[in-house]
């Protein structure tokens, strides 16, 4: 089967890359100013290797492009670069201190996670997505990559969603408010207990957006967060993301003693669990 245009392709990172150094008057001149060996540079260019973790953030860091992006199919990578090139700078229109500076509290949390969710388009399946909080001068920045997948153990890539935000803390929560940028499909809200211990391993609150049928419904559910570290292989990690079902294996016990908390009976209010 042919794979669609939204599906990700580790293997089209060296077309991606390619495409980027058209921008610029030779290969020498990049590896010049990335300092790269250019005989290295050459053989991300053919295909033969990727870039370690190192080069990849030096890479995409100096064209402009995330590192989930400069891996997805090249139709799309070329036409969300161009509209990057063109979006013109837009003042902000939320006033200034309306979003509290917590760079600091937040900074045990910056790194990767997992994120699930119970799918309010999928009855039965979870959504375990990828998020990376990290920062961004007086800001953290958020991340998120969800990858849909139907269909028992060959998984079959049905659509690919990516989400960018930011995230503060306020009044013992973490929030993260993030946006579909590739379809602008809408808005996701989380909001997350934090973890008072130096070391943690589970964030647990709720999440609400828009489900993704046809309806376009408003939802809201629980939602667990899974810290992974401050650096992970990143397309391997990638890869574990999709739609599982419940009893699957990829949801550990610890996450569905989190995530499958019912309301109380006769209470129609959801509210994440304390552990």
């Known amino acids: 089967m042919t794979p669609s245009s939204s599906q990700p392709h580790p293997e089209a990172f060296c077309i991606n890359l390619r495409f980027l150094c058209g921008f610029y008057k030779s290969v020498a001149e990049v590896c010049r100013r990335l300092e790269i060996n250019r005989q290295q540079f050459n053989k991300y260019l053919g295909g033969q290797t990727v870039p370690s973790s190192f080069n990849l953030r030096k890479i995409c860091t100096f064209f402009g492009v995330d590192e989930e992006e400069i891996f997805s199919a090249p139709d799309r990578f070329a036409a969300l670069f161009e509209r990057k090139q063109e979006s013109p700078a837009q ?62 153990d060959s998984r079959e890539i049905i659509d690919i969603h990516k989400y960018r935000g930011f995230c503060f803390a306020s009044t013992d929560l973490i929030y993260m408010v993030e946006r579909e940028y590739m379809s602008a499909r809408g ?89």
């Open 187 to 275: 808005f996701i809200w989380t909001a997350l207990y934090p973890s008072h211990r130096s070391r943690f391993r589970f964030l647990n609150g709720l999440v609400a957006g828009v489900a993704g049928d046809s309806f376009r419904r408003p939802y809201g559910a629980q939602i667990v967060f899974e810290y992974l570290g401050e650096t992970v292989d990143l397309r391997q990690t990638m890869t574990a993301c999709g739609l599982f079902p419940i009893d699957s294996p990829e949801i550990s016990e610890e996450v569905k003693a989190r995530l499958l908390v019912p309301p109380a009976k006769g209470d129609f209010n959801l509210t994440p669990p304390l552990f």
């Open 91 to 152: 003042e902000s229109v939320v006033p200034e201190g309306f979003f509290p500076d917590s760079t600091d509290d937040l900074s045990k949390y910056l790194g990767y996670y997992f994120g699930y969710t119970v799918s309010p388009s999928f009855p039965g399946e979870v959504i375990k997505s990828l998020t990376r909080l990290s920062r961004n001068g007086k800001r953290v920045e958020s991340k998120t990559y969800e990858r849909m997948t139907v269909g028992g």
